[in-house]
Structures are given as C-alpha cells and as structure tokens.
C-alpha cells in the first residue's frame, strides 16, 4: 500500500482513531493535513510522532461545521501540498451526549446532526473538485448506524446513517470521474470516546459478546482505512464496511 506522493486530508485526526489514520496514512509515504478542534496537545503529540518516523503532516485547527474554517483548511493545504488532494477522510463527529427522545432539543439535534453529517457533506464539497481519478473518500459512520446505538444515543446513530447513505450516493455521483467512495461502520474501539460515553460493565459485556472476545483497537481501523486509500482497493467503492468483531453483520 504505497501512498507516496499522495496528499491525505484527515479530519478529527488529531486523537484516537483519526490519529492512528494520520499516523498510518503518512507511514505509508502520504504528506498528511491533520485537522483537530480543541485538542490541540493531543494534536501536536501526532505530529511529533508522525515527523519522528519520517512522514510528512501539518496541523490545522478546525471546527469542520464552520464553512470559514473548512475554506482555512483547503488554503492551509494548498499551501503546504499543492493543489491536488487524493485522500479525504472524514473522521470528525462525536456523540456529545446520551439523550432520550424526551430529554432532546431543537439545539441538540441539529448539534449532534452537523457535527456528524454536516461535516461530512460539506468538508467533502470543498475536497472533492481537488481530487482526479484514483482519489479516494473514506468517510467514518458506526456500527450505531446498522442497530441504533446503545441508549440516548439516538440522534448519534441516525447521524451516522445519514454517513452510510450519502457514501453510497457520493459513489454513484463520483464513480464516473474514477474516484470512489467508502465508509467504515467501527463497533466497540478502545477510545477515550467509550471512555467518556460506556460504562465499564457495558464494555466489557460487549467484549464478551463478540466472537473474537475483545474491543478493537484505533491501529486495526487504520489499517482498513489505508488499505481504501490506495490502488489495492480500485474496484471497492459505495461500502459501508463492518469493523466489529464479529459483533453485527452487515
């Protein structure tokens, strides 16, 4: 999987499972833009890592529901790689908060829904007149997308739906012009989001559940992510592919 004289944007790259994209991404010889919103510590630790190793990145802060800071990131790109861009992966969004259908709000929902979705669909907009045929979109939905979500996480999982279904539209749209698009639906992921958002009983009773008996890690779901970025992948496009365990299947 080379990746060499390839430009990667990725978004929420700074930590968990976008920092191991950008990570994998610039191992494999990609000049890779991370953008973060407010982990700017965590941030600066992946670009440290990626530059000890030899790889090629910059920094942008971000917030990718913001048309200002999304024209920031193309101009900061441009600037350091050129005009050309040949991996996009949207990887921001975030569940916020568990709510049930009673305790949301007008400004919940409409959170919870651009940070998600929005930011797929807009930050794709402005990446995609800057890709050729071979580029590559690599959009994050959830395994929430394919059963709901666990409890209050409800507009979460119909965000990310939302992901599944406009990926495979992306790819109809695109495909023509020979550039494709795909999503990852990751299950239960060792992050410090199942740190905040799962109790330790739900984690491990998922754990247990799931045929290979344990949680993934933020390195296996890059690894499947740099493999849909190169030429490996040509003919694999308009899925939303299952990273789970075995846990659900598509």
Do not use: W
């Not at 494709?180 to 990751?186: E, I």
């Not at 040509?234 to 846990?247: K, Q, R």
């Amino acid at each position: 999987m080379d990746l060499k004289g390839k430009v990667a944007i990725v978004t929420g790259g700074g930590r968990d499972i976008g920092k191991m994209i950008s990570i994998k991404l610039a191992s494999k010889g990609a000049k890779v833009v991370v953008n973060y919103f407010s982990g700017k510590e965590a941030a600066e630790q992946t670009l440290k890592e990626i530059e000890a190793s030899g790889g090629e990145a910059i920094l942008v802060q971000g917030d990718m529901t913001k048309s200002a800071d999304i024209a920031n990131m193309m101009q900061k790109t441009k600037e350091a790689f050129g005009e050309e861009i040949h991996i996009l992966v949207n990887n921001a969004g975030g569940l916020v908060a568990r709510k049930t259908l009673s305790e949301m709000d007008e400004e919940f929902v409409n959170f919870v829904m651009a940070l998600n979705f929005n930011s797929t669909v807009f930050v794709s907009q402005a990446v995609v007149p800057h890709m050729k045929s071979g580029a590559s979109v690599i959009n994050l939905s959830s395994q929430a997308a394919r059963d709901g979500g666990g409890g209050g996480s409800a507009i979460y999982a119909a965000s990310k739906g939302a992901v599944t279904t406009f990926t495979r539209a992306l790819a109809k749209e695109l495909g023509p012009k020979g550039i494709r698009a795909n999503a990852l639906c990751p299950g239960m992921i060792a992050t410090t989001f199942h740190d905040t958002f799962t109790k330790d009983a739900v984690r491990t009773k998922v754990a247990e559940s799931t045929p290979l008996k344990r949680e993934g890690e933020a390195a296996e779901v890059a690894d499947l992510v740099a493999y849909l970025a190169s030429d490996e992948s040509s003919f694999i496009t308009g899925n939303n592919i299952d990273i789970n365990g075995g846990l659900a299947f598509s």
